[in-house]
């Protein structure tokens, strides 16, 4: 009859653990075993392994045959070291002795490094964790402060605001006031030379329709079309042509 070592599935849908038996090569895989070995559990990390090695040599000894993954566990846990050693002891090639110490030394080395990788996961899987708090710390920050900052009363600030637009109108009205009575005292001293100005002016202005001989002006055409475009020139011929007319009129009296 052939013998297998192989695995036998239990558990949940998507939490399988596997039972490592030995059993009849023409069983089904969840059929009937004759002897279980160990369980393998491939849910943690890293996969934790139970196994009776003395068993499994014996059985290895016996002709067993382990399957692909039997085998791959076996050898994790030496029970191929093992079953090799006793080979060479039952040849005669080496003590039991010898045997021994060999496989103790490789467990011992095997026993380190599952150590080290042990601790290189633990500290990988606190790193990550301290990063995992660190984001979720920044994003809790960053909420709280926008949540307070949307909470806040934005009143505070306006009776300092009306405080200060109200200091700034006092200090205009004065500034306006004090400009109103320098242009008011201004006005007052300008407009006295002004007035003193305007008397001598308006003399000679009275004086001009006295004269009899200005009426004829108006006999000469050319001359008299000459003061309608520009003001000043009509000023000017009326003083210049007032001696010509004042000679006619000498003339016709004599």
């Known amino acids: 009859?052939?013998?297998?070592?192989?695995?036998?599935?239990?558990?949940?849908?998507?939490?399988?653990?596997?039972?490592?038996?030995?059993?009849?090569?023409?069983?089904?895989?969840?059929?009937?075993?004759?002897?279980?070995?160990?369980?393998?559990?491939?849910?943690?990390?890293?996969?934790?392994i139970v196994l009776e090695s003395d068993k499994a040599v014996d059985w290895l000894?016996?002709?067993?045959?382990?399957?692909?993954?039997?085998?791959?566990?076996l050898q994790h846990e030496g029970v191929m070291l093992k079953k090799h050693l006793q080979v060479g002891v039952i040849k005669g090639a080496i003590t039991q002795e010898v045997a021994d110490s060999r496989f103790e030394e490789w467990k011992g080395s095997k026993t380190d490094r599952k150590a080290t990788a042990a601790d290189t996961l633990s500290q990988k899987k606190d790193s990550d964790r301290q990063a995992r708090l660190e984001a979720e710390r920044k994003v809790s920050q960053t909420r709280a402060e926008a949540i307070a900052k949307k909470n806040a009363p934005p009143v505070e600030e306006a009776p300092e605001v009306e405080e200060a637009e109200a200091a700034v109108d006092t200090v205009t009205e004065e500034v306006s006031n004090e400009v109103a009575e320098e242009t008011t005292a201004t006005e007052t001293v300008t407009e006295s030379p002004e007035a003193e100005a305007a008397a001598p002016v308006e003399a000679p202005v009275a004086e001009a329709p006295a004269e009899t001989p200005a009426a004829e002006a108006p006999v000469e055409t050319p001359e008299a079309a000459a003061p309608v475009v520009e003001a000043p020139e009509a000023e000017v011929p009326a003083s210049t042509e007032t001696p010509a007319t004042d000679e006619s009129a000498e003339k016709k009296a004599e």
Not at 28 to 37: T, V, W
């Open 1 to 48: 009859m052939a013998v297998k070592i192989r695995l036998a599935r239990r558990g949940r849908k998507k939490k399988a653990i596997y039972d490592i038996v030995v059993a009849d090569a023409r069983a089904p895989r969840d059929g009937r075993f004759i002897e279980k070995l160990g369980i393998y559990n491939p849910g943690t990390n890293p996969a934790s």
């Open 61 to 73: 000894l016996k002709g067993a045959q382990p399957t692909d993954t039997a085998r791959s566990i």
